[in-house]
């Protein structure tokens, strides 16, 4: 068994995707996923300066861009707002279904969502049982037709719900799809309130990707208050996040796939993917 690590294909700002998969190959991964997209044309991808892939573009160009730089596609993240209201503007179920469909024409098995923080007074004042319905409600279809397609969505912890071992568990006892998954983020996670050796532990069977964060030990203050966050600052194994428990309990779970880096800065990146392949990944 292996665990194999990647990174995020968000490296530098204002470039475009081919820069950054340029980058991350520079590095020497092999791996990357489909970080940021979003559905229809994209004025920043046709002047230069963002590095969005479109989900209604031709996927296979997208994976021969990949395989020019030497790198395996192993997911697509289509993180959603899954509790305020659906609205044409509002990236959700209809973008998770691009994704998954978009995933399974070039092979890749993945696709990367969670419901996000809510931005209108609607979402922010469900009660417990309306929010879990309303993410159980927007999963439905999109978990239809990756189960069609072969795709597993991979639900992450990146809310006030996912951020919880036991509401993790309980919307995926909701949504009882053998198409949902979990994408452990060990930053996001602690950040939320959770724990991510206790996550592993107590759904371990589940988890089927993992996005690597460490925070430094002033977050502490902010723990519980702030429900995911897009990057890392600092290596992993320098900061408060149990990075060595989580890979050596992952392990001792059996965990054999893909992992993804999320962390900003040079230096740090290969600092991270040093640590973790100090601890046995590849």
């Not at 204002?14 to 229809?40: M, P």
């Not at 790198?71 to 209201?85: E, G, K, Q, V």
């Not at 024409?105 to 319905?133: Q, R, W, Y």
């Not at 939320?192 to 089927?208: H, T």
Request: charged share 25%; with cysteine; hydrophobic share 40%.
């Amino acid at each position: 068994m292996t665990i194999k690590v990647g990174c995020f294909a968000l490296i530098d700002p204002f470039s475009v995707l081919e820069h950054q998969l340029e980058r991350i190959h520079g590095w020497g991964f092999k791996y990357a996923d489909v970080t940021d997209n979003t559905d229809g044309a994209c004025l920043g991808v046709e002047f230069g300066f963002t590095a969005v892939a479109s989900l209604d573009a031709n996927p296979f160009d997208l994976k021969r861009m990949f395989e020019r730089h030497g790198l395996t596609i192993t997911s697509f993240c289509a993180h959603a707002n899954l509790l305020d209201p659906t609205a044409p503007w509002r990236y959700g179920t209809a973008q998770i279904i691009k994704a998954v469909r978009a995933a399974a024409a070039i092979g890749v098995k993945h696709v990367i969502t969670t419901e996000g923080d809510p931005k209108t007074d609607f979402g922010h004042h469900l009660s417990e049982k309306e929010a879990l319905f309303t993410i159980r409600e927007k999963l439905y279809e999109p978990l239809r037709v990756a189960a069609d397609h072969g795709v597993k969505i991979l639900l992450e912890p990146h809310g006030k719900y996912t951020d919880s071992v036991d509401h993790m568990e309980k919307i995926l006892e909701l949504c009882n799809s053998d198409a949902l998954g979990i994408n452990l983020d060990t930053g996001n996670l602690w950040l939320g309130g959770g724990d991510p050796v206790e996550m592993v532990k107590r759904l371990g069977s589940k988890i089927e990707h993992v996005h690597w964060k460490d925070w430094p030990a002033d977050m502490e203050a902010k723990r519980g208050q702030i429900y995911g966050a897009g990057m890392a600052v600092i290596p992993l194994g320098s900061g408060v996040v149990d990075i060595k428990g989580t890979f050596q309990a992952l392990t001792q779970a059996g965990f054999d796939g893909y992992t993804t880096l999320e962390v900003a800065g040079d230096e740090n990146v290969k600092q991270s993917y040093a640590f973790l392949k100090s601890l046995g990944a590849e």
